[in-house]
């Protein structure tokens, strides 16, 4: 199996900054695009930002300028990160990591989650 362990959520001030990781382990063959996602209470999960093995970013409009997304690939691992800046309160959310990899247990492409890390942005 593949797994995603999300770390670097918690509370934080409006405008403040705070980073998210998320490391990739376990039956990995290969690792292709990675990405954030939040949820708010009451609301869908959406795309946060995202990053190919190449490096290729996207973001979504509300984040861009102020999220950095970026990732480390090692064999058959990787490790991603999102630096937030000046966050607002209507960011609060859970945020998830989200991984497409080839588990080589079962030689298929899969869509991977992370269990999810709390970011609140209250004063």
């Known amino acids: 199996q593949v797994q995603l362990v999300e770390s670097g959520g918690g509370l934080v001030q409006p405008g403040g900054t705070l980073t998210l990781s998320c490391a990739a382990s376990?039956?990995?063959?290969?690792?292709?695009?990675m990405g954030w996602y939040r949820q708010a209470p009451g609301k869908q999960r959406a795309l946060v930002a995202s990053?190919?093995?190449?490096?290729?970013?996207?973001?979504a409009d509300s984040v861009k300028g102020r999220f950095t997304i970026s990732r480390d690939n090692a064999k058959n691992t990787a490790y991603l990160q999102m630096q937030m800046n000046s966050l607002r309160p209507d960011e609060t959310a859970v945020y998830y990591c989200n991984a497409e990899a080839t588990d080589y247990e079962t030689g298929t492409i899969g869509d991977y989650w992370g269990q999810g890390t709390q970011v609140t942005v209250s004063s």
């Open positions: 990053i190919t093995t190449g490096g290729t970013t996207n973001y």
């Open positions: 376990g039956s990995i063959f290969s690792i292709y695009r």
